[in-house]
């Protein structure tokens, strides 16, 4: 056999998988939400897979944001009994450091459900189309949004929890 027909094939066969790859990505586009996280920074997304979870962007220069954090770590410690739910803070300050010093002991005593994610470059933000903080994305096992909330929220309010019980069930 002459290398020209076996040539052919192998340009037939990956002409047919680039076919197929871009079909499949057309068909089965990431959501926004997986796009986005995808540029917060040293994020494991596997932790989220199967999950419900809070997308909540905020940043320590945000007034209202440093005022709501301190609740809605107290609302993850709550709605830990809810599984999989868990909450993804992601900063946008500029450095780590700044924004653990918003939680107690630096942060090393969170919830095993509150994750805290940076986003220095707000390059997460923006896929978002997150610019008036704080803004939370409740968002499904799906990775599709089920809501948004943009202001500081009162997370320790009994109807706040009856929402996530019913939605989550």
Known sequence: MTKKPILLILLAAVGALTVFVVRERRENPPSPVAAAMAKVEDFDREKLKGS?????????WCEPCAEEIPHLVEFAKN?????????????LDPTIEEAQSMFPEGGRNLPPNFLLAMD??????EAMGSFQYPETYFVGPDGKVIEKWVGARKW???????YFQKMIR
Do not use: G
């Not at 709605?79 to 900063?91: G, L």
């Not at 220095?120 to 933000?125: E, F, H, L, S, V």
């Not at 320790?156 to 009856?162: K, L």
């Open 120 to 125: 220095r470059d707000r390059d997460a933000a």
């Open 156 to 162: 320790q309010q009994p109807e706040v929890t009856e």
């Open 79 to 91: 709605a830990a009994f809810q599984k999989p739910f868990r909450v993804v803070a992601v900063s």
């Open 52 to 60: 419900y979870y809070l997308l909540h962007f905020w940043a320590k």
